[in-house]
Structure formats: C-alpha cells, structure tokens
C-alpha cells in the first residue's frame, strides 16, 4: 500500500476547507429558511386571528357594520372596548376602517389603549396596497417603513358581506416582535459568523502554509549544491508511479575524498555540479537523478529505453571527461550498478538494496567498473513475486527450520522455535527467510495456506518427537483472521496429545485495540495445554499492558535490548533487569534472544534469565540434526 504524499495530504485538506465552506453555506441557508418558517407561521396565525376578529365584528353588527356602528354609540364603545382586548403584546394596533364615498379611509373602531381615534376620523395609507386589497377582496401583507412607528408588519383583512368589501380590519404587528423572529436564530447566526470569520482567516492561513510548503518542498527535494534531486523526491515519486516502469543506475565516484583533500572542497563541489551537468547531457530526456550522499548518485528513467546502452555510454563518457576548475584537471574514475526492474516490482528501496550490494561487490573487487545485474542476480526480487510464492506453497515447497532454546543453568535445550522457510525452486539447497516473501503474500489466501503446510510439519515433528516443546510465530493479526484461527483451533482439536508442547509466540504488527477480544483468544488456545509468548518484549507496541490484561506464559526479550548488552552494558542491564523482576514477580518465563556471542551469555547468565536462544547457542536447523 502506498503512503500518502503530502501533496495528496493536501489536496485532502482543501477538500475538506471546500466541504467545510458548503456546510456553513447550508448552514445559512437553512437558518435564513428557519427565519423564514417562522415569518410564514406568524403570518399565518395573525391571518387566523384577524378572520376571527372580523366573524365577530359582522355577528355583533349583524352583518351591517357601518350601519349599525354610526346609528348606536353605546355599541361603538363596547366594541371598541372588546377590540382592545383582542390587541395582546405582539400587535401594536387593531383597527377597523372602511372607505366613504370620496374614496377617503374612516375609523369605525379602533382597539388602541390609549388616544383613540374617533370615529369616521380620516386615515391616510401609506400605502397602496389598501386599496388594493378593497378591491380585490384579499388579505395582504404590508412592511411598514420607518416612519411608521413601532410597526413591524401590517396585516390587511377585507371584510367582505354580499361580494363587497364592507370594511378593512387592519392589524399591526409590533417591530419588538419582529425583532424578536428575526432573531429568534440569533445564537445559530452569530456562530456561522465566527466560522465565516474562521474560514476567511483558515482560507489565508492555509494559503499562506501551502505556498510555504511548496517553496520548502522545492528545498527539500532539490540538492542546492548540484541542482539533482534529493531522497525525499525520489519518495515522493514512487508514491505515485509504478517501480517496474523504469530502469535503474547507482553511480558512485571512486576516491572522492581525495579529489576534496587534494584541491579543496570548493573545487571538490565545482566538480560534483559539472559531473551532474554531464549525466544529464548523457542521459535521456526524462531521466531522474538523486543525489543518495557525498559523491552517490541513483538515476532512474522510462524502460522504454535500452538500458545497456545507456549504462555503457554514461560509463565511458564520464571516465573520459577531463573536468577543469580554475587551473586544475579533474579525472574521476566511476563505480557503476544497473538493473533492469523486474516486472511486479514494488519497493523501490529494495531496488536500491540490490543495486547498492552489487556496488560494493564491484569496489571489493578493484572498483572503476559497471556492472549490469542480468535477471539471474536479482532472483531475490522474484522471490516477492505473488505469482512465484503462490508456485511454491502449491508445490508443498515449504519448511521448517528449528532454532534450540537453552536453560542457561545446565545448557540443556528446553525447546525449540520453528522458523519456517521457502524453498527455491531452481537450488533445493536454498532456503529463503520470511522476510524475503512474507510481505507479499501478508493478508492473502496464500498466507493461510503457508500457515497450514507450517502447522502440518510442526504437529508432524510433535508427534514424531514426543519428548520436545516448540514454538511457532503467530502474528497479532491472525488472531483476528476467521480462516486462521479456525485452522489453528482445528489443528489443536485433532492433536489434543501435543498441543500442550506447542507455544504460540505472538509478534506485533499493529498496536492492540481489542483487549478482550485478544485476552479471549489466548484462553481459547490455552484450553488445549498450549502455551502464550510475547515475543520481542520491549519493541514496538508491546508494553506492560500484556502484563496486566492477559495471561500469558512468557516473555521473549527483543534483541534489539539483549544486543545493547555488549555495547551498551549498564544501561541494558538495567533495562534487562527491571524485566526479569516482574516476570519473576509474575511468575512467567523469560528467554533472551539472539545471544550471539559468549559475553552475552555471561551477561544473561549473571543476569539470572533463566533461558536463551541465539547462534552463539545453537542456529535454525533441521529436527533431525538435533535429535540425533
């Protein structure tokens, strides 16, 4: 899988600025259609309120309203008292008016609480929409403007007796109310002004960050001294093309030191910038050069090309070149290492691995020289081949080698750890580790099957050998692959007999973020009598925690730590130490790995660590080299 490159990282987070900015847009909008709503609801029940008012006013005068008004004072206060009741806090006024024969608006009633008008007195609209609504016999809505005071909304609602229009029922709704719907999102609005202020000011931000980060980026995948690309770039271009595109040159420059100690540094970089002139004049058009360190280059381009030719080209021109700086003469003589990358191929570092042995192959040997890698030097690379391991587990070619595990008291092998191992299909003789195939294969069909064939050859030498112990590895994740552990289990069902001399080692790849479930899992094996190992306590994710949540067995000291105690003496110990106490406290077994020397072993044994296991000890080897 390939890592994300910070330029993808970026696109990223503009995607997610871009998102960002339409979900405040949506967020406006649908405060802006909330405030709307409830403009419309209010509307609405003022509507409903006005038809009831204007049902009553035609039932109290008997369907003749200015009529019955102008012939009976007493009912002109009475109504005029009941309107006033009807004017709650959101309206500002109610009043009734109708149009004389002039076309002049007159009060009929009028539910204010103070300084009424009287009535018939004149009124002056400020609008034409009065006169609108008389004649079309429908209720409008007016905004008021400023001069209105204290007015918000006016609501126009036509009385209408016998297909006219007999008198206009007018409610005003009050500015605070208004005020009060226009706010009523006011908590939600002035947020979505922060994040609009917060875009704005991100927006700049990141603008400024990104031009930073290309102007640094610039920096880091250039090499100021000779203008060729840096590691970064090369990084950065096989996250996003194939390896097995391109051909490939390691180009070392034999005794550079010396060309700095003889004319100086400032020549020795002179020199370095028109040697890196010539490659690209030798090379083709789309070729890529990094400078790997010092006087290193790797250079990369389309397979398209011939790659023999220009390896040997690059190769003469450049020794014959004469470089003059100042009064000098230059002549560099060169190491070179070509391969053509094999199809399928996908770490570019491994390719870089190969080329770089190959170099030092040519240095051992007199250097000065290329050497193209032929498809028969670089089988290793076939080796990660999906297509190659799927080969070799179909044709049964796997194997188990088994590495002793001493008691340090009595050097007495205690058990054995199966190492398993692919045989190479062209030399019997040839075993390669894990590392060179696992990889590939990681999360594939055909890593369960590879973990079948081990568990057939390690039951096979449990039941052969009914007097050993052995461990196998079992990665983290395949405790939580189906297929995996219901193999496993199967196994230890149909070979109840041995499964309490087997010892799963757990090897981390990832951090533990299921505890229960994996604490289930090792109860599960440990109901067959097998033992549970942590395997390389004190590296990468493991910690204490093993201690405290699961039971287990035992506990494998990580190399990395056994090693530091030759070179790292007191620190190690320490170190070793403060592990061996709460194993001892815990009751677990302990066994230090990769004992590769004798003052290693002394120092485990002065140690007190009761088991060890390392080449110093006894190499992975076939079962029956032990056991006879």
């Not at 070799?392 to 002793?404: I, K, S, W």
């Not at 479930?517 to 097998?530: P, W």
Request: glycine share 4%; hydrophobic share 40%; aromatic share 14%.
């Amino acid at each position: 899988m390939k890592k994300l490159s910070l330029f993808q990282f970026g696109t990223y987070i503009w995607l997610f600025f871009i998102l960002l900015i339409g979900f405040v847009v949506y967020l406006q909008y649908m405060v802006n259609q909330s405030t709307e709503k409830l403009r419309e609801e209010e509307v609405h029940k003022t509507k409903q309120y006005a038809k009831h008012i204007a049902e009553w006013i035609v039932k109290e005068t008997n369907g003749t309203i200015e009529a019955s008004l102008s012939s009976n004072e007493k009912r002109r206060e009475h109504l005029n008292e009941i309107l006033e009741t009807f004017l709650i806090p959101k309206y500002r006024y109610i009043f009734l008016l109708t149009k004389d024969k002039k076309g002049h608006y007159r009060f009929l009633l009028d539910g204010s609480k103070d300084e009424k008008e009287v009535y018939r007195a004149i009124f002056f609209p400020q609008s034409s929409v009065f006169d609108e609504v008389y004649r079309t016999k429908k209720v409008r809505i007016v905004k008021q403007k400023n001069n209105v005071q204290g007015v918000w909304l006016s609501l126009l609602y036509p009385i209408v007796i016998d297909n006219e229009t007999k008198a206009l029922l007018v409610m005003d709704l009050s500015k605070w109310y208004g005020s009060y719907i226009e706010n009523f999102n006011s908590p939600l609005s002035y947020v979505i002004r922060l994040m609009q202020l917060f875009m704005v000011i991100g927006f700049f931000f990141l603008a400024f960050v990104f031009y930073r980060y290309r102007y640094l980026k610039q920096k880091a995948l250039n090499d100021p001294l000779t203008k060729a690309h840096t590691k970064l770039y090369l990084e950065e271009f096989f996250n996003r093309n194939r390896v097995d595109n391109y051909h490939a040159i390691l180009v070392d420059i034999d005794e550079f030191k010396e060309v700095n100690r003889i004319h100086g540094y400032d020549k020795g970089d002179k020199v370095l910038r028109e040697f890196v002139r010539l490659l690209r004049s030798l090379l083709p058009s789309d070729a890529s050069i990094i400078r790997i360190g010092g006087a290193e280059f790797f250079i990369f381009f389309h397979s398209r090309v011939d790659l023999k030719s220009v390896a040997r080209t690059l190769f003469e021109k450049s020794r014959e070149k004469r470089y003059l700086i100042d009064n000098d003469i230059v002549k560099l003589n060169l190491s070179m290492s070509a391969l053509k990358i094999p199809e399928d191929t996908v770490d570019i570092q491994h390719v870089l691995r190969m080329l770089d042995e190959e170099l030092l192959k040519i240095k051992s040997h007199g250097k000065n020289k290329l050497s193209i890698i032929n498809p028969q030097s670089y089988k290793e690379l076939k080796h990660r081949n999906i297509d190659y391991i799927k080969k070799a587990l179909e044709e049964g070619r796997v194997t188990c080698l088994y590495q002793p595990i001493f008691h340090t008291r009595t050097k007495e092998i205690y058990k054995y750890e199966a190492l398993v191992r692919l045989i190479d299909e062209n030399d019997p003789h040839t075993l390669l580790a894990p590392s060179e195939f696992i990889e590939t294969i990681r999360g594939t069909s055909q890593y369960i099957k590879m973990s079948k064939l081990v568990f057939q050859k390690i039951f096979y030498v449990l039941e052969q050998y009914e007097e050993i112990e052995v461990s196998v590895n079992l990665e983290l994740d395949d405790l939580f692959n189906y297929d995996m552990m219901q193999m496993i289990m199967e196994y230890l069902y149909r070979h109840k007999e041995a499964a309490n001399r087997l010892t799963f080692e757990i090897i981390e790849q990832n951090e533990i973020q299921e505890y229960e479930r994996i604490g289930f899992i090792f109860n599960q094996l440990r109901e067959y009598g097998s033992k549970i190992a942590i395997d390389d306590f004190g590296s990468g994710y493991s910690s204490y925690h093993y201690l405290t949540k699961f039971h287990i067995d035992i506990l494998k000291i990580d190399g990395s730590l056994v090693k530091e105690l030759e070179h790292n003496p007191k620190r190690a110990r320490a170190v070793v130490s403060s592990i061996k106490t709460i194993t001892d406290e815990l009751g677990f077994e302990l066994v230090a790995e990769f004992v590769s020397n004798e003052e290693i072993y002394n120092e485990i044994y002065a140690l007190g660590i009761e088991y060890a296991q390392g080449y110093y000890l006894g190499e992975p080897k076939p079962i029956e080299v032990y056991m006879d």
